[in-house]
């Protein structure tokens, strides 16, 4: 999990160039719903100098299609569920430990893949 100081079409950019150099070697197929910041001239520029990134656009409006909403929706159960926080900091912090130290079959069964 890479953490970006906002949710914007610059965090969106360091998270692809962070996984240029994680995947290093790889064809990278990202799925992504149609957030304004996953659109736009930076992130079309971007993509044309590397072209091992290709996003796909999701439909709109289908949550189902997005197998990631099932970690969050499970995370956010399990790590705040009835808890109060005093900042975003100490519910990242918490989310986190939570899913850390899930085991990859659990991740891959939230996420339905085989």
């Known amino acids: ?3 970006t100081a906002k949710g914007n079409r610059e965090g969106f950019l ?3 160039q962070h996984m240029l150099i994680a995947l290093c070697g790889y064809t990278i197929y990202l799925f992504v719903d149609g957030a304004k910041w996953h659109k736009g001239e930076e992130v079309r520029l971007f993509l044309q ?10 439909p709109p409006y289908q949550p189902a ?5 099932n970690i ?4 956010k159960y399990e790590a705040t569920h ?3 926080f005093d900042s975003l900091e100490t519910i990242y912090i918490r989310f986190k430990r939570k899913i850390d130290h899930w085991p990859k079959e659990r991740i891959k ?3 339905i893949i085989n």
């Open 82 to 84: 009835n808890v109060w």
């Open 72 to 75: 969050w929706r499970q995370g």
């Open 65 to 69: 299609l997005n197998r990631q909403e």
């Open 109 to 111: 069964h939230l996420c």
């Open 49 to 58: 100098r590397h072209t091992r990134i290709h996003l796909e656009y999701l």
């Open 14 to 16: 360091q998270v692809l």
């Open 1 to 3: 999990m890479i953490r």
